[in-house]
């Protein structure tokens, strides 16, 4: 073993023993997950020992490799060849003794290899077997070469101490007679090299020609030997893939005339040494050849200063001679010498990198005739032979070739390149350790002081805390539910550093093996469960109780908040959703409700969690009250259990989100036309649909079993004899009540549905024809019902698909009756299923709606004049008597909905006669009333035309306008039986007239009475008149003459002359009479308006000259007993004509 293999082993056991060191004192504080996996001894032992394990394993595996490499190394030589037996026995011979004087089995794999090139007798092995390595082959007698077998037939191989030498003698001109079979091989055997030495296969190349050849040859010859030469290296290149250094030798220096005259004076250390040029770079790949000439150049310098030196100690004047001339003649050599070296290696035309790491010029024996380039070619060049030195006899010493071949050839044993990939490798490990190292010293460094810094926080973060939390957590008794004042104080512990909220990763905390977050976690755990326990949890418990307090009527409430208590108590296992949505749901409708309160409601929720996930260890800091504990397990077990059981299924349902049932949606886009506005909350809840009857059969044996295993809640009082029995039955108990539920949802439903008035908007009736089409709302409304409700056909197939936690034994799901749940549905809403009965058309419903259609046909065809009205009012109300009746047979509120509509159909009957009516009134009586008598005298007191009396009887009397009218239209609605007419109750024609209507006809009828009587002629009636005492007063009224101081004179109304007048007069003592006149029929009346009357308009006074005279006047009515007396103007005047409103 060298000093080389000592070396590797002493660093190996330095490495190991510092990591074991490492791991010894360091490990302890590596943190995994939190924990310390090496703190103890044992485990570090283990590592260390793991450790040491593996570098032996490595060594032995290198070891291995390198002793299977040279094996498959030495099988790929000394392939059996049937073609050579011999040399094949001679190669395995050779490398047994190799083996042997090596004394390592990998001595072919750990020795540098090189490869020779050069054409036969260029002075390889000469040059070789005067190099001064050492040949364990030889035996102590002159080395020889090896001769190849297989793949590297026609190669010398030479054995030495320190390398491998292959010389392709054979292969640089020579194929064997199958060239591409020898080809193979020998490929095949460089492929060998490169996987069992893939860092080096090979450490170099010697390319080796003879100055002989180089300045005897012809240029085409040295151009074949230099093409040669490159075919060689190339397909070493292409082979092996790395970038491997080529020495150039040019041998036979000796035969350079004036070389052995020049150095043969030299002692075996000057001629051990090296005589050339090595390219001085780093670059492997650089090609150097462009700097061959000047190497040469500098190489030849100095050889006239040593020709001086040598001159004068020769003394033979011959070789002083050749010894002068010796510069001169390696001059020369400067052209071939790069010339052929360009040739080889010249960029622009070598197309692969093996550099050419120097020239150098030796001699291993001196044999031949010396060479004079300058004289031969002077005496080529006059036609006459060269005169030149006696030969050598072959006895002689080497030169230049020592050094060259140990300490420059074989010292530079690692300037090969590896191959690419790893180079490439070793340089990113290289670089990685490099950064890598600094790297982890700052880390370590960082991780120190960071955990120091957090070390230093959770002590000033604890001081804060202890600061802040007096008086908080120290008392055993807490009496409030103030959750927002311990806020702070649990914000604080939560926060920690390296606590429970500290969402600092460990590299952010100083991790690297340092990491301290593992017992600061620890500690800030610690520190903030307890914090909880004694804070967060007692004011909990109290606002539990209270909640217990205040739910004690309300047993769903009261059962969910005994629950969540008894678990916070620590009496049962934590179901830890549902004490959290229960918290959750009492922030926000009660304690702390609204969006102001939503960040501090987060926050409570999250040091909620955190007690629920920490266990201190310390147990509960809160005893609970047992006697209200027992008061609300008693008023818990006054609830039937199957009520409760039902509660939590439709409060399950509810959180679904699965949608209700809605009216406004089942009755389809006309239901908010034609119902009321109301129909939009008038819903089911999803639990008592159809759908939600399947979920309930469907969950109906989890929810027994929920009620069985939450019966602890109740304590001993869910142990009493009518409590077991209660959950003995609960299963037909609870499908009992969903029956009960389901049936009143509905029918509570059904009875809030309302609808609007149908007849609006005449002629069109866009409600009563929405109603009554097709699509109706009623219908569709009614087909959702009885869809919905309708569940014979669901139950079967939801108990089949029950779970087999139920008792098969049980069979269908029935209530106590013996009916399913389905059943009894079915059988309450029965009535409303038989309304959709049957083919479309011939329903129940159908031939209702069918009904109300025709009589909205008849409503429209009134409405628009479209026949005669009484005809089509008389079918109309014939039809609403028929709707009204089957309406009645359809149950509540849709018979309620029918009549209403029929009584409404009615009332627009009404409305359209009293429309008539109003419209005839107007037509009829009105307008000619207006014209003829309203603007006229007597009844607009200053008129100045008078009434017509044909008008006045065509308007007032008998079978006249007015009489007509109120003999057709009023006294249907009024009663006229009393001293003041009225409308009668619940008249439609009074809200149509005006207020005074009535009135108005009623002194029409006056009117007549007192004017007509019953004679149609005409207006008449006589009235007396009782003049004064004066004698000299006349009054005149038509032709009837009345004397002051005569007695009463019977006056007829009107008058027989034609020229009707009234005058009053007096007979004067001398001059002109005054006189008061009046002309026209109602001439009487003008007078009397020209009087200052009395109340009832019987006396009249009239001021003539001065004088005042008093007349009576008493009219007899045509008809006796008249109410209006003919000439109380007065009471004429009030009468106005009667119209619409």
Known sequence: MNRKFWLRLL??????????????????????????????????????????????????????????????????????????????????EALAVLRGRGGRASYLYDLPWYVLIGPPGSGKTTALVNSGLQFPLAGGVTPGAVKGVGGTRYCDWWFTEDAVLIDTAGRYTTQDSDAKADQK???????????????????????????????????????AHAAAIKARLVELHQRLKVDFPVYALFTKADLVIGFMEFFGNLDEAARRQV??????????????????????????????????????????????????????????????????????????????????????????????????????????????????????????????????????????????????????????????????????????????????????????AAQKYAAMSRGLGQSDVVSDRDLSKVLPALHALRFLPGGYGDGQTEAATGGLGLNQSARLRSAAETAY?????????????????????????????????????????????????????????DW???????????????????????????????????????????????????????????????????????????????????????????????????????????????ALPGVIEEMARDRWVLGAAGEQPEISAQYDHLRENLADAYAKAFIDAWRTAIERLKIRPLTVERPSYPLLTAASSVTSPFSRLLESISDETTLSESQPAAAAVEPASVNPEDGPIVGASGQTPAQIIDGALAPYHRLVEGDPGQRPIDQILSQLNEIRANLSRLATNGAPADELADRIT???????????????PFAAMMDDTGAGILREITDSNVARTVSKLREQVTFTCQEKIGTRYPFAKNADRDVDLDDFARVFGPKGLI??????????????????????????????????????????????????????????????VTPPPVKDARMEIDATVINGGAGPTTVQWPGSTENHRTLLALRPAGGRAPILVQSGVWSIYRMLDAARLNSDATVATFSLAGRELTYRFNATPATPGAALKPLNITQLRNFHCPGGA
């Open 11 to 92: 660093i190996s056991l330095v490495g190991a023993a510092a990591v074991a060191s490492l791991i010894w004192f360091a490990a302890p504080f590596v943190v995994v997950r939190d924990a310390h996996p090496l703190e103890e001894p044992a485990p570090r032992i283990a590592a260390i020992a793991i450790l040491l394990a593996l570098i032996a394993g490595a060594g032995v595996y290198r070891l291995y490799r390198r002793r299977k490499g040279a094996e498959r190394i030495a099988r790929g030589m000394s392939v059996d060849d049937s073609d050579a037996p011999v040399l094949a026995e001679r190669m395995k």
């Open 185 to 223: 091989s020998w490929l095949a055997f460089l492929d060998l090299l490169k996987r069992n030495r893939p860092r080096q296969p090979i450490n170099g190349v010697l390319v080796a020609i003879s100055l002989e050849d180089l300045l005897t040859l012809s240029p085409k010859e040295i151009a």
């Open 275 to 460: 005589w050339g040029a090595t390219f001085q770079t780093m670059d492997k790949s650089k090609s150097t050849v462009g700097e061959a000439p000047d190497e040469f150049q500098a190489l030849v310098e100095p050889l006239p200063q040593l020709a001086r030196d040598r001159l004068e100690a020769e003394k033979d004047a011959a070789s002083r001679v050749l010894a002068f001339g010796f510069p001169a003649q390696m001059a020369a050599l400067q052209a071939p010498v790069t010339g052929f070296l360009n040739a080889i290696f010249d960029p622009a035309h070598y197309k692969i990198k093996a550099a050419l790491r120097g020239f150098y010029f030796t001699s291993g024996t001196q044999e031949g005739t010396p060479i004079d380039q300058l004289l031969g070619a002077l005496a080529r060049g006059f036609g006459a032979e060269a005169v030149g030195r006696p030969a050598y006899s072959g006895q002689g010493k080497s030169f230049f070739l020592t050094d060259l071949i140990k300490k420059v050839v074989i010292g530079e044993a690692g300037w090969v390149s590896t191959r690419r990939g790893n180079r490439l490798l070793k340089m990113a490990a290289f670089a990685t350790l490099l950064i890598a190292t600094p790297l982890a010293i700052g880390a370590w460094w960082v991780s120190y002081a960071k955990n120091l810094d957090r070390i230093s926080q959770s002590e000033e």
């Open 529 to 585: 469960g307890v914090g909880l326990e004694r804070m967060l949890r007692p004011r909990l418990v109290y606002r539990l109780e209270e909640q217990l307090d205040a739910s004690a009527n309300d047993p769903a409430a009261l059962f969910d908040a005994l629950k969540v208590y008894l678990m916070l108590g620590g009496l049962e296992t934590v179901d830890q959703q549902l004490l959290i949505n229960w918290m959750e749901r």
């Open 588 to 698: 926000s409708e009660n304690l702390y409700p609204g969006p102001r309160n939503s960040e501090g409601r987060k926050e409570l929720e999250q040091h909620l969690v955190a007690m629920l996930d920490l266990e201190t260890g310390h147990g509960s800091f809160v005893q609970l009250n047992g006697p209200l504990v027992e008061k609300a397990q008693a008023a818990l077990a006054r609830e039937n259990v199957a009520d409760r059981a039902l509660k939590i299924l439709a409060a399950r349902a509810k959180a679904s989100l699965r949608p209700d049932w809605t009216a406004s949606k089942a009755g389809g886009a006309g239901a908010l036309v034609i119902f009321d506005p109301s129909i939009d909350g008038v819903t089911v809840p999803y639990f008592l649909t159809k759908s939600g009857f399947e979920g309930f059969l469907k």
């Open 878 to 892: 014939s039809g609403v008597e028929k709707l009204r009746a089957d309406a009645a047979k359809l149950p509540e």
């Open 963 to 1024: 009489d007509q009218f109120v003999s057709s239209y009023i006294l249907a609605s009024a009663d006229t039986s009393g001293p003041q007419w009225k409308w009668r109750e619940g008249s439609a024609l009074a809200s149509q007239l005006t207020p005074t209507a009535l009135a108005d006809f009623e002194l029409a009828a006056d009117i007549k009475a007192a004017f007509f009587g019953s004679d149609p002629a005409g207006p008449r009636f006589s009235f007396t």
